[in-house]
């Protein structure tokens, strides 16, 4: 007699109510994450899946984009193409012939107005549609009809300077996931600005480490004392409404000390608050955009592994600004690189802590840290939303004295919040 044993699957601990419990508590009772999230390789897999391939991910600038070229960018475990079509129309595919899947292209490629597979040589018009099968016909199929074997298709859509993939279809809209953040950012009409430089990073740290320090101030003072000539504590604020991100502002942004900031020509037709600001944004999950009002810096996330994150640096400049000579932009450029290896430095030191030591989380600090609690609820929503539907968009600050947990009130609030 055959006896067949049967057992529940093994679940992922960050899967249960528990795992979550300190990140869902109220903000003064909550703590940080366990350190699986940072350190586990299959937290990571899973995140890939939960949150990479249902979220609306940076892949880039929005000026990467052009007419007779082709992106290649992962998203998640997925492999993606960005084209624009015959009129300018962004379109984005799976990186996959419709022939035998095929990956079409390794990297970025100037591909005229045919993508092409190397294998059989089957072409794609830049809309995605099939166009030419050699060989294929000589014997022919009655069924076959190219109009239905085009590349699948993958949502793409841009937003100021930045440029967004999201493979599910359940997911809201890239406007809802912005929330008023366009609104806030609308005076530096971000999308007439132009890319002046790029350069990539490997950091041995996992992504939301990096994004985490973005996020918060408390640790400014001492990781980064030039930084905090121009950008000091005091003069940090509240700058947070509906939407899947996480802000602060500084205002003024002081050069009385430093003035690697000012060097560049402000952006023209900023409002009163812009013009003597910088706004500073983490958007869900993967793009850090600090925007000045002369030049934007933005950190675009890749995530390779659990303790490896591919970060490229760029530097944007208003109309005003993108001719402007060398002498002038290199102390700006100079002054983020500075800034950014010292904040490489303690991001890989919190990685090998988190991997060695393992300890239980500790308290966030409400002062300081309520982008931290903002940005791993949005995580934790998504690791454990059996849709992306079912994820809920986080509410702004009201304005009120214990909205600002501290902070004070701004001298030149935006005009959203007045």
């Not at 041995?204 to 973005?214: D, G, P, R, T, V």
């Not at 958007?283 to 592994?305: A, K, R, T």
Request: hydrophobic residues 35%; glycine residues 8%.
């Amino acid at each position: 007699m055959q006896i067949e044993v049967t057992s529940e699957p093994v679940r992922a601990p960050w899967t249960t109510d528990e795992f979550w419990a300190g990140t869902r508590a109220d903000l003064f009772s909550s703590t940080g994450m366990h350190p699986d999230a940072y350190t586990s390789p299959a937290f990571f897999d899973d995140e890939q899946t939960s949150v990479f391939e249902r979220a609306w991910v940076c892949v880039g600038l929005a000026a990467d984009a052009a007419p007779g070229r082709v992106l290649v960018r992962n998203v998640g475990s997925r492999s993606v193409l960005i084209s624009q079509d015959g009129d300018g129309e962004l379109r984005a595919f799976y990186n996959s012939c419709r022939h035998r899947g095929t990956e079409l292209y390794e990297c970025d490629a100037d591909v005229g107005t045919t993508l092409r597979c190397p294998y059989h040589r089957w072409g794609y018009n830049l809309d995605g549609s099939l166009k030419s099968t050699p060989r294929f016909e000589e014997v022919p199929r009655e069924s076959f009809d190219k109009a239905d074997y085009g590349l699948v298709p993958v949502r793409v859509e841009a937003w100021g300077v930045l440029l967004f993939v999201c493979l599910s279809d359940e997911t809201m809209p890239l406007l809802d996931w912005l929330g008023d953040l366009p609104e806030r950012m609308a005076s530096h009409g971000l999308e007439n600005w132009t890319p002046r430089h790029s350069q990539t990073v490997d950091i041995k740290a996992n992504w939301k480490l990096i994004s985490e320090n973005f996020q918060e101030y408390y640790h400014l003072g001492w990781v980064h004392p030039e930084l905090a000539k121009v950008s000091r504590v005091e003069d940090h604020y509240r700058f947070q409404g509906p939407g899947m991100y996480c802000g602060q502002t500084t205002t003024p942004v002081s050069g009385d000390e430093r003035d690697d900031w000012l060097t560049l020509p402000p952006a023209d037709g900023l409002d009163e608050s812009d013009a003597v600001s910088s706004r500073f944004a983490a958007i869900f999950p993967n793009v850090l955009l600090s925007v000045l009002p002369n030049h934007v810096f933005v950190l675009h996330l890749e995530p390779v592994e659990a303790g490896l994150t591919r970060e490229t640096c760029s530097w944007v400049l208003p109309p005003s600004g993108i001719d402007a000579p060398d002498e002038a932009f290199e102390p700006t450029r100079t002054f983020w690189l500075d800034v950014n290896d010292e904040d490489i430095d303690i991001v890989e030191r919190g990685q090998r802590g988190l991997t060695r030591g393992a300890v239980p989380p500790g308290p966030l600090a409400p002062r300081f840290e309520e982008p931290l609690h903002r940005f791993q609820r949005m995580l934790a929503d998504f690791m454990t939303a059996a849709s992306p539907a079912d994820v809920p968009v986080p509410g702004g600050d009201d304005g009120s004295v214990e909205s600002r947990l501290g902070a004070g009130e701004n001298p030149s609030p935006a005009l959203l919040d007045r």
